[in-house]
Protein backbone atom coordinates (compact mmCIF):
# COMPACT_ATOMS: atom_id res chain seq x y z
CA UNK A 1 0.00 0.00 0.00
CA UNK A 2 1.29 3.40 -1.11
CA UNK A 3 2.13 5.71 1.50
CA UNK A 4 -1.03 7.89 0.17
CA UNK A 5 -3.36 4.96 0.11
CA UNK A 6 -2.29 4.49 3.79
CA UNK A 7 -2.75 8.15 4.74
CA UNK A 8 -6.61 7.58 3.48
CA UNK A 9 -7.23 4.18 4.89
CA UNK A 10 -5.87 5.59 8.71
CA UNK A 11 -8.60 8.70 7.83
CA UNK A 12 -11.35 6.51 6.46
CA UNK A 13 -10.92 3.96 9.76
CA UNK A 14 -10.84 6.76 12.48
CA UNK A 15 -13.08 8.96 11.72
CA UNK A 16 -16.52 7.68 12.34
CA UNK A 17 -18.47 9.33 9.40
CA UNK A 18 -15.71 11.58 6.65
CA UNK A 19 -16.37 13.22 3.66
CA UNK A 20 -13.87 13.58 1.05
CA UNK A 21 -15.09 16.91 -0.79
CA UNK A 22 -13.75 19.64 -2.37
CA UNK A 23 -13.44 22.71 -0.52
CA UNK A 24 -14.89 22.54 3.41
CA UNK A 25 -17.79 21.56 4.96
CA UNK A 26 -18.51 25.82 5.94
CA UNK A 27 -17.35 26.81 2.62
CA UNK A 28 -18.00 23.81 0.41
CA UNK A 29 -16.12 24.90 -3.52
CA UNK A 30 -18.16 22.90 -5.67
CA UNK A 31 -22.13 22.12 -5.52
CA UNK A 32 -22.26 18.47 -5.61
CA UNK A 33 -20.05 18.98 -1.98
CA UNK A 34 -22.12 21.55 -1.15
CA UNK A 35 -25.23 19.23 -1.51
CA UNK A 36 -23.34 16.06 0.18
CA UNK A 37 -23.03 18.85 3.30
CA UNK A 38 -26.70 19.93 3.41
CA UNK A 39 -27.77 16.22 3.36
CA UNK A 40 -25.87 15.25 6.31
CA UNK A 41 -26.79 17.91 8.10
CA UNK A 42 -30.56 16.72 7.53
CA UNK A 43 -29.52 13.97 8.07
CA UNK A 44 -29.13 14.86 11.61
CA UNK A 45 -24.74 14.90 11.37
CA UNK A 46 -23.22 18.04 13.94
CA UNK A 47 -21.14 19.47 11.15
CA UNK A 48 -18.47 19.98 14.11
CA UNK A 49 -18.17 16.35 14.00
CA UNK A 50 -18.32 15.84 10.38
CA UNK A 51 -14.75 15.15 9.35
CA UNK A 52 -13.63 16.26 5.95
CA UNK A 53 -10.65 16.42 4.03
CA UNK A 54 -10.19 18.70 1.24
CA UNK A 55 -9.23 17.40 -1.30
CA UNK A 56 -8.10 20.83 -3.32
CA UNK A 57 -5.30 20.92 -0.83
CA UNK A 58 -4.08 17.63 -1.11
CA UNK A 59 -3.51 16.36 -5.05
CA UNK A 60 -1.88 13.32 -3.68
CA UNK A 61 -5.29 12.86 -1.56
CA UNK A 62 -7.20 14.24 -4.73
CA UNK A 63 -6.16 11.34 -7.09
CA UNK A 64 -5.55 8.33 -4.01
CA UNK A 65 -9.24 8.10 -2.87
CA UNK A 66 -10.23 7.43 -6.34
CA UNK A 67 -8.32 5.06 -6.90
CA UNK A 68 -8.78 3.72 -2.49
CA UNK A 69 -12.33 3.54 -3.07
CA UNK A 70 -12.66 2.71 -7.34
CA UNK A 71 -15.07 5.59 -7.32
CA UNK A 72 -14.14 7.99 -9.64
CA UNK A 73 -15.91 11.43 -8.82
CA UNK A 74 -15.92 13.20 -5.24
CA UNK A 75 -17.40 13.99 -2.57
CA UNK A 76 -17.06 10.39 -1.45
CA UNK A 77 -18.50 9.61 1.99
CA UNK A 78 -17.57 6.81 4.14
CA UNK A 79 -19.70 5.87 7.66
CA UNK A 80 -17.54 3.38 10.13
CA UNK A 81 -14.97 2.95 7.52
CA UNK A 82 -17.43 1.54 5.18
CA UNK A 83 -17.22 3.41 1.31
CA UNK A 84 -21.18 5.14 1.16
CA UNK A 85 -21.13 6.67 -2.39
CA UNK A 86 -21.10 10.48 -3.70
CA UNK A 87 -23.76 12.95 -3.24
CA UNK A 88 -26.38 11.47 -5.62
CA UNK A 89 -26.22 7.88 -4.27
CA UNK A 90 -26.37 9.87 -0.71
CA UNK A 91 -29.26 12.44 -2.23
CA UNK A 92 -31.18 8.46 -3.05
CA UNK A 93 -30.40 6.96 0.39
CA UNK A 94 -31.59 10.19 2.08
CA UNK A 95 -35.04 10.12 0.24
CA UNK A 96 -35.48 6.32 0.91
CA UNK A 97 -34.24 7.13 5.11
CA UNK A 98 -31.46 4.41 4.17
CA UNK A 99 -29.12 7.18 5.12
CA UNK A 100 -30.65 8.01 8.56
CA UNK A 101 -30.45 4.50 9.36
CA UNK A 102 -26.96 4.20 8.10
CA UNK A 103 -26.01 7.28 10.04
CA UNK A 104 -27.84 6.13 13.27
CA UNK A 105 -25.49 5.03 15.66
CA UNK A 106 -23.32 8.23 14.72
CA UNK A 107 -22.67 10.16 18.40
CA UNK A 108 -24.33 13.27 17.74
Excluded at 37 to 54: E, F, R, Y
Excluded at 91 to 101: D, F, K, R, T, W
Amino acid sequence: MSNTQQRIDDLVKNSPVLLFMKGTASFPQCGFSGRAVQILKACGVDPKSLKTVNVLEDPEIRQGIKEYSQWPTIPQLYVKGEFIGGSDIMMEMYESGELQQVLGGQPG
